[in-house]
């Protein structure tokens, strides 16, 4: 107990000045929340009492239970989402593809008062798979307290609340804080959950396994044509590699031998590994799809004589890491012309030179005999992928076999913390890097891991992005897998994972019986899914697509259950329609006003309208007409006119005058 509180009061102080941290603080106080996290999982697991009480009725309440009040978790992929959530900002950024309404780009309804669980889909129910899925969601939702309170201290600072959680080794399983339904519309759409399983995660793998030097060994001979399943050996040998590739981070190296009737390096034009990168990665990933093809026979000695080559010209710490060496060979193991002395022979060479192998042989009909031999002669670990399995999950014994060497004897329980390499966040946070550490019992079993998000942006404040990559990777850089000695270590966890059982392990390893029972600290209750889930849930689909839904009510749509504050589109359809409307209204009045004042600057004012006048004609007496006139007389003055009454007078005509006399006067009316 004293250990977590000791973890925990360590975050807490280093978050007392993280609003304004270096770079070396801000890394330091993540990596004290995910000792935290760590330390306290490893207490939790070890509760045998909190298992029991997952078996008691009176506390599977349902999803609108407080969480302090239930075991029961909320389901990632059920409808419920907890009585404490909130539309909240402290996740912000849009997540591609949800919530494309005016409004909701930063919000997201968010849980942050307990986590959500979820397991991979790719098991059948009942089985004993699901017995140690549902046992790891009802430890690890005991977590709770202690991300609430590293949550608590986070929200006294200006730095984002990004994810915490745990991926149990066993089953699979994931505990997820704050609590959000889905984990992305990567892992959950309109139709329910699709498959996600954590030990398969770059976060657990990375701090499963610690850095490495790998080289993987591809079969493209004419023989990996065949069909399996739905898919040829080769399709699925391509997409094993890139699965593999994808686990791989910053602290490893890498490179691909594809080989048929002779061998080559790829991508084309290198001969040494390359640190794993992500964009070396996505290099090596788009050679396989472009420079690899099936065809021709099988050579495996130039296929392991190539791999040796580039192993010996790939030197720490420019292209390599000071940590062991394994060969990843994958194929259906027909090679007629490589027999006994050929495999003596190379097995030499490899151990001589520390490289371990770990053999898959792909296909139900693959002779298994040289890529098994290779591989437990080399210390290293074998399994057989059948047609129509999934190749990733078989894979899994490699991971647990590394993982288990990887940290189990420490004293703490706690393996060396690792930060991987840059990826987008499926949540919409943007640019993210993760720092992840394994956990082990007292009994040096593989637990999980623990991991917490960090954004980019976080630890790139004072510091360019490189120079940010090369101190994480110089904090990762611790090696407990120095050599292929260290694989063959005579625990029980490690015979648990390398003994002969069907389809994988090595014919002189036995599990004694001293080792029986060692595996588990706790006795697992028997439970299953919807025994520790608030909402029950079921398998649904076929073996080539399962999916995890509500039993009880068909799959919510994914956007009404991540969105909120978003603007109802009719309020907007509204808006729109009255804003167009009154634009409309006000230009037509506004025309109206412009063309009359328009009008009134060019009236001209109009004449008087004629009226009808009666005339009042007086009898005048006859009048004289006048005379000629001659030049030097004075001239004959105009006559008087009728007058209407009450009309204006009548203005005199202008007469016609004689040049040179006098203008006539106007007479008198």
């Keep these: 107990m004293g250990a977590r509180w000791l973890s925990l009061a360590a975050c807490l102080c280093l978050y007392a000045g993280l609003a304004s941290a270096t770079f070396t603080e801000s890394i330091s ?33 349902g999803c609108d239970a407080k969480p302090e009040e239930r075991h029961t978790t909320v389901p990632h992929c059920g409808n419920e989402l907890g009585p404490d959530v909130e539309c909240s900002t402290a996740l912000g950024g849009r997540i591609p593809g949800t919530c494309g309404g005016p409004g909701c780009q930063n919000n997201k309804l968010l849980n942050y008062k307990e986590g959500f669980s ?33 949550d608590t201290a986070r929200q006294g600072t200006d730095k984002p609340r990004p994810w915490m959680y745990f991926g149990e080794a066993r089953s699979g399983a994931l505990y997820m804080f704050p609590g959000m339904a889905g984990n992305g519309p990567d892992f959950r759409d309109n139709d329910g959950c699709s498959n996600y399983d954590s030990r398969r995660r ?14 993987l060994v591809l079969d493209s001979s004419g023989s990996m044509s065949a069909t399996s399943g739905s ?132 296909g139900s009909n693959a002779d298994e005999t040289t890529p098994r031999a290779l591989a437990c002669d080399t210390d290293g670990y074998w399994a057989s992928i059948t047609d129509g399995t999934d190749p990733i999950t078989q894979m899994g014994g490699y991971y647990e076999l590394l993982a288990t060497v990887n940290g189990g004897g420490s004293s703490s329980g706690l393996g060396p913390l690792v930060w991987t390499n840059p990826y987008e966040d499926a ?31 976080e630890i790139t404040a004072d510091k360019d992005a490189q120079s940010a990559l090369s101190d994480l990777r110089s904090r990762s850089s611790v090696c407990n897998i120095p050599n292929p000695t260290s694989l063959s270590a005579n625990t029980c ?31 697992p209750p028997s439970l299953k899914l919807n025994d520790v889930w608030c909402q029950p849930l079921q398998f649904s689909g076929s073996s080539d697509s399962i999916l995890l839904v509500p039993e009880d009510e068909s799959p919510a749509h994914y956007d009404s259950l991540l969105c909120c504050g978003c603007i109802d589109p009719g309020v907007i359809a509204g808006i729109v329609v009255g804003t167009v409307l009154g634009v409309v209204i006000i230009g037509y009045v506004g025309m109206k006003c412009y063309k009359k004042k328009k009008a009134d600057n060019r009236t001209v004012v109009p004449a008087p309208k004629q009226q009808t006048t009666v005339i009042q004609v007086v009898q005048q007496p006859p009048v004289a007409q006048p005379t000629p006139q001659t030049y030097g007389q004075p001239m004959a003055q105009p006559q008087p006119v009728a007058q209407a009454y009450g009309q204006p007078m009548a203005q005199p005509q202008p007469v016609a005058q004689a040049y040179g006399q006098p203008m006539a006067q106007p007479q008198p009316v």
């Design 29 to 61: 106080a993540r990596e004290a929340e995910v000792t935290a996290i760590a330390v306290a999982a490893r207490l939790k697991h070890a509760d045998c009492g909190a298992l029991a009480k997952c078996l008691d009725s009176s506390t599977q309440k």
């Design 118 to 150: 979820r397991v991979p889909s790719q098991f059948a129910p009942s089985t004993q798979e699901e017995n140690l899925a549902a046992n790891a969601i009802c430890w690890m939702a005991n977590l709770r307290d202690t991300m609430v309170t590293l």
């Design 202 to 215: 770059p976060w657990f793998v990375a701090a499963a396994s610690g850095p490495k030097n790998v080289i």
């Design 231 to 362: 898919s040829t050996r080769f399709e699925l040998m391509i997409r094993s590699a890139k699965a593999v590739l994808d686990t791989l981070t910053q602290s490893d190296y890498v490179s691909v031998i594809d080989f048929a009737s002779s061998a080559a390096v790829i991508p084309s034009g290198t001969s040494t590994l390359l640190r794993a990168t992500r964009e070396n990665i996505d290099r090596i990933k788009n050679a396989l799809d472009t420079e690899m093809s099936s065809g021709g026979g099988t050579n495996f000695d130039s296929a392991f004589s190539k791999a040796r080559s580039v192993f010996l010209q790939s030197s720490a710490p420019d292209n390599a890491a000071n940590c062991i060496k394994l060969l990843v060979f994958l194929t259906d193991g027909q090679d007629p012309g490589f027999g006994s002395v050929d495999r003596a022979t190379t097995t030499a060479n490899l151990r001589g030179e520390n490289i371990a192998v770990i053999s898959f042989t792909m």
């Design 427 to 457: 949540g919409g946070l943007g640019e993210m890097i993760s720092a992840a550490r394994a956990v082990y019992d007292s009994r040096g079993n593989f637990i999980g891991v623990a991991s917490i998000d960090v954004l980019m942006e």
């Design 493 to 523: 966890p490690v015979r648990k994972i390398k003994q002969s059982t069907a389809g994988r392990g090595c014919p002189s390893v036995t599990y004694p019986s001293s080792c029986q029972g060692e595996e588990f600290l706790c006795t």
